[in-house]
């Protein structure tokens, strides 16, 4: 808490990935706002939100990599035999619950170590003498809520990707798996990924043109 003023934490956890997506934008526009920030500083924010948005895509194309692979093995034209087709896709299925890839990757999601390294140079700003005197107090605040409510959900939304793999692998074990129904969930998970991807890359765009603007 910063001494003298109540930040007050209106964050919401939920484990939709576009609403990490939401308040990265959030955040970015919020800094927007702050036009008095040094240069040294600006550039400094600027950075951690672009570390940001590399870091979210590359998790969500690599994921979503490793589901349109797996779907294609269903039909695979190389192989023509159907049976053969399925074991294939069920076998890549049952790797979801230890995805080596993600484990590796979900480190740096959850940490965001852009935004944690943001959130500590802000708060010593707000912690310092001149914060009595600085203007945009409540833009101050409101970032710092944002910055929190980043961090809380990307927690969150971590652990959900995580159950969706092992939810997908348990439902490939057995001798007689559903492939139609486990195909659909595949197909549904990396559709809603490629869309939040989209938008992501949107919000970047977006980003980036309004800071080489200001």
Request: with cysteine.
């Amino acid at each position: 808490m910063v001494k003298g003023f109540e930040i007050k934490t209106e964050t919401k956890i939920s484990t939709d990935i576009s609403t990490i997506v939401e308040v990265l934008r959030d955040i970015g526009a919020e800094l927007k706002k702050l036009s008095d920030l040094p240069e040294k500083e600006r550039e400094s924010y600027k950075k951690a939100l672009k570390d940001t948005y590399s870091m979210l895509d590359a998790v969500l194309l690599m994921i979503i990599r490793r589901l349109g692979n797996i779907l294609f093995l269903l039909d695979d034209p190389n192989d023509s035999n159907a049976e053969n087709r399925q074991k294939n896709f069920i076998a890549e299925v049952l790797k979801l619950g230890d995805y080596n890839e993600w484990r590796a990757a979900e480190r740096n999601f959850r940490m965001c170590n852009g935004l944690v390294e943001m959130r500590v140079q802000v708060m010593n700003r707000m912690n310092s003498k001149f914060w009595k005197v600085i203007h945009f107090r409540n833009n101050w605040e409101k970032l710092v809520n944002h910055i929190n409510s980043m961090l809380y959900n990307e927690d969150a939304v971590a652990q959900y990707l995580r159950n969706e793999f092992e939810n997908l692998s348990d439902q490939a074990r057995g001798n007689s798996p559903d492939i139609t129904a486990i195909q659909s969930k595949v197909k549904e998970l990396k559709k809603s990924l490629d869309e939040i991807r989209d938008q992501l890359i949107k919000n970047e765009i977006e980003f980036s043109s309004i800071w080489i603007a200001s």
